[in-house]
């Protein structure tokens, strides 16, 4: 796709509407502005629920040759984009993976893997359709001048060395995490559209007028694919699989 399109001089974007969320977007202005230092580990999880009858709906649900995969690529692929975005590039992966709570489907149900960062970082990435009843996704990092937390993809807590108690709020700790509620979507993926996805609709039709690279063109969306093919890769050899040596980005 990623050749056809550049072969073509066509604009490709890969759906990752959660990008355009605002504090998505706010994470990582604050990121790539160095307020949190350098992240030193950064981890996420996916701690979602798909019953049994989810799988059988559909004869494609829970196959390799037609779903790709499971908890990661399926339901867990827009938090592994997000962890990336936010955390900077991955540079290799060692995963474990398993179908623990379903009966009738080939892929994994739990996965879990460790990541090594480019940047030195390291962290782990947790992902699941069997945490019943459907509970939130968490993001976590932590740098050297401070932490961010983001519970289904909202800022939960900030902490940013010595402006704690600054007059913006912004650089203050933010609420306790435990009143956050799980998104509708943690156990049902109808519930997944919203208005973020207008947005990315958006940024593409400006991409095609102002001829620029839309915000999540093909190369942003191979990304996390990279990721979680390197996973299975990595799950089926009991090895560590470094991105570069395996992926073309």
Known sequence: MLETCRRNK???????????????????????????????????A??????????????????????????????????????????????SVFARHRTA??????????????????????????????????????IELFGSAGTLILENNKIVTLHI??????????QQQQPASSGVSPSPSSSNPVHAVGD???LQYLDLIDAIEQDRESLMNGEEGAKPVAIILAAYLSAQSG????????FSL
């Open 161 to 170: 060395r010595g402006q704690e108690t600054s007059g913006d709020p912004s």
């Open 10 to 44: 066509v604009k490709l974007t890969v759906i990752s509407q959660n990008r355009f969320q605002s504090d998505i977007v706010r994470a990582k202005e604050l990121v790539d502005s160095g307020r949190l230092g350098t992240i030193a580990a950064a981890n996420a």
């Open 239 to 246: 090895l560590i699989v470094p991105l570069e040596q395996h």
């Open 101 to 138: 709570s379903h009966e009738r489907i080939e892929v994994e149900d739990v996965a879990a893997l460790t990541l090594q960062y480019k940047h030195g970082g390291i962290g782990t990435l947790f992902a699941s359709t069997g945490c019943y009843p459907g509970l939130q996704t968490r």
């Open 196 to 198: 973020t996805h207008l």
């Open 46 to 91: 996916v701690n979602w629920y798909r019953t049994e009858e989810y799988y059988d709906s559909s004869a494609w649900r829970g196959t390799w040759e037609w779903d790709g995969g499971g908890a990661l690529m399926n339901q867990g692929i827009h938090t592994v984009d997000l962890l990336q975005y936010l955390a900077g590039p991955v540079e």
